[in-house]
């Protein structure tokens, strides 16, 4: 309600807010998905909601990403913890800037929206593997270049056929 300076407001003059239902929170063209990430690949704790990560696993073949551009929608906490929903459920949204650990409590698993092709490759890491993240800078993603996380090419595959039978030899380079 408009006011002139000086006028008092009356409860029916404020309206409360509605807090938004988990699928109005997903970015258009994403998913939410579940993630459990290695305790010591970043300070989860310092992760606020809208940061944009890359996600790494770790595995005796070597290392291979599995999902880019992922964005921080909450976090998941044991049930005996509150969360920064007050209490009222294992899920806390955060809004931008709100860190993870505003809502005291360990986190367990990060909730983040990522492309749909990007569900399969992060539903198939093993639980021997271990699940790194990448945090892009906030001012390489103000100027539109986020930084390309990249391995070093070191060897080329060749393709070896013999009768009906292929392989793939790897030739270092």
């Known amino acids: 309600v408009e006011k002139k300076a000086g006028e008092p407001f009356n409860n029916r003059d404020v309206v409360a807010l509605k807090r938004p239902s988990l699928a109005e929170v ?3 063209g994403r998913v939410l998905y579940t993630l459990a990430p290695d305790p010591q690949s ?3 704790s310092q992760l606020r909601g809208g940061d944009r990560l890359d996600v790494l696993v770790t595995s005796a073949a070597g290392v291979r990403t599995v999902a880019r551009d992922v964005r921080l929608v909450g976090v998941m906490r044991p049930s005996g913890a509150a969360g920064a ?3 009222k459920g294992v899920m806390s ?3 931008q800037k709100t860190p993870a650990s505003s809502g ?3 986190i367990t698993s990060l909730v983040v929206a990522v492309y749909p092709e990007s569900v ?3 539903a198939s890491i093993h639980t021997s593997e271990r699940v790194s ?3 892009h800078g906030a001012r390489d993603l103000a100027r539109g270049e986020p930084l390309a996380v990249q391995p070093v090419r070191t060897h080329h595959e060749v393709e070896m056929v013999q009768g009906l039978s292929r392989s793939t030899v790897r030739v270092r380079i």
């Open 26 to 28: 997903v970015p258009a």
């Open 42 to 44: 970043i300070p989860v």
């Open 85 to 87: 929903a007050g209490g």
């Open 93 to 95: 949204l955060l809004p």
């Open 104 to 106: 005291g409590g360990n």
């Open 120 to 122: 399969y490759p992060l």
């Open 133 to 135: 993240l990448v945090l």
